[in-house]
């Protein structure tokens, strides 16, 4: 059976709750891209979850401004 990659990634990072879905692997990821991001709590417990990759300036008024 071949795991998905979600699952690959929480057995790398040690993450006990395997996140649902599934994000084809790349090399790659361009700014705006969505993509697994491995989070760690104050507690230090980590988990998953879907990120949107990028930088916002600082003169910015957020991610989706013109």
Same mark, same amino acid.
């Given at each position: 059976?071949?795991? !998905?990659?979600?699952? !690959?990634?929480?057995?790398?990072?040690? @993450?006990? &709750?395997?996140?649902?879905?599934?994000?084809?692997? =790349?090399? &790659?990821?361009?700014?705006?891209?969505?993509?697994?991001?491995?989070?760690?709590?104050?507690?230090? =417990?980590? &988990?998953? #979850? @879907?990120?949107?990759?990028?930088?916002?300036? #600082? =003169?910015?008024?957020?991610? &989706? !401004?013109?």
């Amino acid at each position: 059976m071949q795991s !998905s990659a979600s699952e !690959s990634y929480a057995e790398l990072f040690g @993450i006990e &709750d395997r996140p649902l879905g599934n994000q084809a692997p =790349r090399l &790659d990821v361009a700014s705006t891209q969505r993509t697994w991001a491995c989070l760690v709590a104050a507690d230090g =417990r980590r &988990d998953m #979850h @879907i990120l949107r990759w990028g930088l916002v300036p #600082h =003169r910015s008024n957020g991610p &989706d !401004s013109p």
